[in-house]
T-cell receptor, first 113, second 114 residues
């Protein structure tokens, strides 16, 4: 069964600290993996898109990694800010057309001052 | 990129009534997608709305419960019919465009059914 598992379910960190969110998938075939940020009361917004051949991709203070052998991805947030408080969703795309998607349940991050 | 305006942003409804959610995209797109996001759960695709044809529903979702309209390439509506408390959820519309068919979402509709 195709699954996308995210951990931890929730996380609380102090402003300025770093954190890493995990995404493990048991999906086949695999086209690409995406991380989305969803602020409360808003729709998800794309952070990164990684294909099978990419190991690391950065978007500002967000760095995503992908290990296609172990089927694991991580999202590292550096020097967290209060505005990073949100839900982070991992999405695995099964096909090139991008029409078959499996969503993780998300990790809820709270950054406190 | 695509900008999607979705409304209403939230509503509180009585059991047995219906609510229509609207999404307007700032560009023409072939397909629009409707998702449900229940608390603590992943996004679940309800249906794909195609202009000029009937929507395609995913397993577990039926047209009588979630009728969809797609009158043109920039607009779609989703109606949640004969609501019950189990329909309380966030409903999101989405489009895919650009490289890798990147997903863009509306801001969501938070629905509470009493």
């Amino acid at each position: 069964k195709n699954q996308v598992e995210q951990s931890p379910q929730s996380l609380i960190i102090l402003e300025g600290k770093n954190c890493t969110l995990q995404c493990n998938y048991t999906v086949s075939p695999f086209s690409n993996l995406r991380w989305y940020k969803q602020d409360t009361g808003r729709g998800p917004v794309s952070l990164t898109i990684m294909t099978f051949s990419e190991n690391t991709k950065s978007n500002g203070r967000y760095t995503a990694t992908l290990d296609a052998d172990t089927k694991q991805s991580s999202l590292h947030i550096t020097a967290s800010q209060l505005s990073d408080s949100a839900s982070y969703i991992c999405v695995v795309i099964l096909n090139q057309a991008g029409t078959a998607l499996i969503f993780g349940k998300g990790t809820t991050l709270s950054v406190s001052s | 990129s695509a900008v999607i305006s979705q409304k209403p942003s939230r509503d509180i409804c009585q059991r047995g009534t219906s609510l229509t959610i609207q999404c307007q995209v700032d560009s023409q797109v072939t397909m629009m997608f409707w998702y449900r996001q229940q608390p603590g759960q992943s996004l679940t695709l309800i249906a794909t709305a195609n202009q000029g044809s009937e929507a395609t529903y995913e397993s577990g979702f039926v047209i009588d419960k979630f009728p969809i309209s797609r009158p043109n390439l920039t607009f779609s509506t989703l109606t949640v019919s004969n609501m019950s408390p189990e329909d309380s959820s966030i409903y999101l519309c989405s489009v895919r465009t650009g490289e890798y068919e990147k997903l863009f979402f509306g801001s969501g509709t938070q629905l509470s059914v009493l």
